[in-house]
């Protein structure tokens, strides 16, 4: 008879063996200290011999050695025997305890509620962590699709965890499959009995079986759209299923009288149904009896065909009064809610006076918002929801504080109380976020342009690299690299810089990297130092004296870094960031898909495309090799929110080209030409001497000494003053 997994001499016999396995291990361990223990205890029984007199005999000694030892040796074992009694009836004791024990958990837990798992709090604190638990446990997942299955069916079989999943709809419960299985059993019953009258004629099984329809399927098939999968499951066509539906609208809407539908298709010339209806009344015991005299007629009696109905206890004005103290504004957005309390805005101005949003004015306020008779009850109860602080212990057992949302249940007018509270300080928290907004939307990007310029700077100053095209890798953050205003800079890039950036994008949530981690060191450092107190730093140019002086060279040489360089902006002066009001743009809609601009030598064009590619051809600008999975690029005209026109090269090219080649055509090397000074008032025209022999195309795109670019195939002619 196999033992169960609870039993006491399998429990006794598997700690026999441990605690033998536990003494052999000591030993083994310490036998060098115990054998010295050994000897020690030999040598101090022996001195302690040679100290007792000797009396006796050597013959008596011999005669009562034997009996001493037999006395000694019936002891022990006596000793031994009681030893042994008393330790196995301790173990006894000690596992009918713990099965006792046992059992009852066994029971609480079968016939007791399961403890209540939170599964609405998420169990990982963001989604990094998530994707770093996940990161562990996929390697030691089988890679067979079978096996792995199998070790997910194990755990996801875990009864907390199957509970949390059947919470969060992942796994079907019980019930739900038990749902499940009895709505399957009622459709297969459905098409059963369906199917048998169906095909009848009778008017009694037609009427069955269109009740029966109507009955069964209504508007919830038709909105969740299982229109055709129930008519599958029942057995008949996907038509019928509609027109039952559309026979139970009009039925419960009143425009058919019954559910039955017994009428069968007539002749044309057939009888109506009113005409036999009223043929019927007619000859009805109840409307007339049939007599011999012809001059028989039915007499009509005449009675009263009106009624007046007085209310005595209702007056106009008292109804006026009543249905005046009810009439109160109903708002669809909370920010008309707020403007209702707050006075009217002056001419042309998008916001509130200052006195009105920190309800210092007199004449507006809170108390102007009026609520109905209903909304001040105090006896009708609701449920409703707000954020407060919470109370809740971490793993250290510290309490701390979080704001949670608190379900509520109190009286209409205490829920209105604390909707006005909130109406007294949204506003102008509300004018702080839009104006803190406005003021800063505008700032990134001139910081990205001037970084830009002294990065270049550097390269071709410092290091002597000849720069043509930069390649940009960053987020998608709108307000340095990803806004109509960021690609309206970089459309300028040419005329700026002496060379063109093409920008591509990470995907959203992507653009982690080795970036963040250098600047992470650096705040690092910076903290450290202030801490340790060797260094005080107050303001960037102290930080930026502080990384220069200390935080240049790498720590380790074999990094493939030489040094770190740092640039400091001032805020203002010579070196701040300029704010360029002729670098905003006009709205570029779809701009979060994009993920790589590419900028021309023409000022306001871009391309753009949904994906970057970074192929050969692409770099060279030639065919793409990934044409199946990249888009074409697609060229964008961005406007100035300051004028209606691009640029001044964009409008006026084709007249420049069209006058150059007009003007190559009558004049020559050497010539001297005058051009009309339409806006210099000192001088009517500019007299210039021709020094190039007809048009001249250009090859190339060029920028000339004063930052001005010019296109690829433009024509011009050459002149010296």
Not at 121 to 126: D, E, I, L, N, V
Not at 341 to 364: G, M
Not at 408 to 434: I, R
Not at 587 to 592: M, S, Y
Request: hydrophobic share 30%; proline share 2%.
């Amino acid at each position: 008879m196999e033992s169960s997994p609870y039993s006491v001499s399998a429990w006794r016999k598997k700690k026999k063996e441990k605690k033998v396995q536990s003494k052999r291990e000591y030993y083994e361990k310490n036998r060098e200290e115990l054998a010295e223990k050994a000897k020690e205890r030999m040598r101090k029984l022996r001195a302690k011999r040679a100290a007792k007199p000797s009396v006796q005999t050597r013959n008596e000694k011999k005669r009562q050695a034997p009996k001493d030892r037999n006395t000694a040796s019936v002891l022990r074992a006596k000793i031994r025997k009681q030893e042994e009694e008393l330790r196995k009836e301790t173990q006894r004791k000690q596992a009918r305890n713990r099965m006792q024990e046992l059992r009852k958990r066994k029971l609480a837990e079968e016939s007791g509620p399961e403890p209540e798992v939170e599964f609405m709090t998420p169990a990982f604190s963001s989604r990094m962590t998530r994707k770093r638990a996940k990161d562990k446990v996929s390697p030691s997942l089988p890679t067979s699709p079978a096996k792995k299955a199998e070790v997910l069916e194990n755990l996801v079989n875990s009864p907390r965890t199957k509970k949390i999943l059947e919470r969060k709809n992942v796994l079907r419960t019980d019930e739900d499959k038990k749902k499940a299985e009895a709505v399957q059993s009622l459709l297969e019953d459905m098409s059963e009995g369906l199917s048998k009258v169906k095909q009848s004629k009778a008017v009694d099984e037609r009427a069955a079986y269109s009740a029966a329809r109507s009955l069964a399927f209504g508007s919830s098939i038709k909105k969740n759209r299982h229109q055709q999968r129930v008519a599958q499951m029942v057995g008949i066509k996907r038509q019928q299923v509609s027109k039952a539906i559309a026979h139970r609208e009009k039925v419960l809407k009143g425009d058919t009288a019954c559910w039955l539908v017994t009428r069968r298709n007539v002749r044309s010339d057939a009888v109506k149904e009113e005409d036999k209806r009223l043929i019927c009344d007619y000859w009805s015991n109840q409307a007339s009896r049939p007599t011999g005299a012809a001059n028989d007629k039915v007499r009509q009696r005449t009675t009263t065909t009106t009624t007046m109905i007085y209310f005595p206890s209702m007056t106009c004005m008292k109804f006026r009064k009543q249905a005046k103290s009810n009439d109160v504004c109903t708002f669809e957005f909370l920010t008309q809610a707020a403007d209702s309390t707050l006075c009217e805005r002056e001419e042309e101005s998008k916001y509130h006076a200052t006195k009105c949003l920190t309800r210092e004015c007199e004449n507006c306020g809170t108390y102007t918002f009026k609520t109905s008779e209903e909304e001040n009850s105090t006896e009708t109860q609701v449920k409703w929801k707000r954020y407060e602080y919470v109370t809740y212990e971490d793993k250290n057992g510290e309490e701390k504080k979080k704001i949670a949302l608190v379900s509520k249940e109190t009286s209409v007018k205490a829920m209105f109380d604390y909707f006005l509270q909130l109406l007294k300080e949204y506003p102008y928290h509300s004018f702080m976020a839009k104006w803190q907004k406005k003021q800063f939307g505008c700032l990134d990007y001139h910081f990205v342009h001037h970084t830009q310029e002294l990065i270049l700077k550097y390269l071709r100053d410092d290091l002597k690299v000849p720069v043509e095209k930069v390649n940009e890798f960053t987020d998608g953050c709108a307000g340095q690299y990803k806004s109509k205003h960021t690609f309206g800079d970089l459309s300028c890039c040419l005329s700026d810089f002496g060379c063109q950036i093409d920008r591509h994008f990470f995907e959203t949530s992507h653009a982690k990297g080795e970036q963040d981690a250098a600047g992470a060191n650096i705040k690092q450092r910076a903290t450290l130092a202030v801490i340790r107190g060797r260094a005080t730093i107050k303001s960037a140019k102290q930080l930026h004296d502080y990384l220069s002086s200390k935080f240049t060279l790498p720590t380790t040489s074999n990094t493939s870094l030489s040094k770190r360089i740092y640039f400091h902006i001032p805020v203002k002066g010579e070196g701040a960031v300029a704010r360029r009001s002729d670098r905003t743009f006009k709205e570029l809609k779809g701009i979060r898909k994009l993920h790589s601009v590419k900028t021309t030598p023409v000022q306001c064009k871009i391309s753009t495309r949904l994906r970057s590619c970074l192929c050969f051809g692409c770099i060279e600008g030639e065919e793409c090799e990934n044409r199946e999975f990249v888009d074409e690029w697609k060229e964008i005209i961005l406007t100035r929110e300051e004028a209606v026109a691009t640029t001044r090269q964009n409008q006026e090219s084709g007249e420049i080209d069209m006058s150059v080649n007009g003007m190559a055509s009558i004049v020559k090397a050497g010539s001297v030409v005058a051009i009309a000074a339409e806006d210099d008032n000192a001088y009517d025209y500019y007299l210039f001497k021709v020094s190039s022999d007809g048009a001249i195309v250009l090859n190339e795109h060029v920028l000339d000494d004063y930052n001005a670019a010019y296109q690829k195939g433009l024509s011009f002619q050459l002149f010296s003053s």
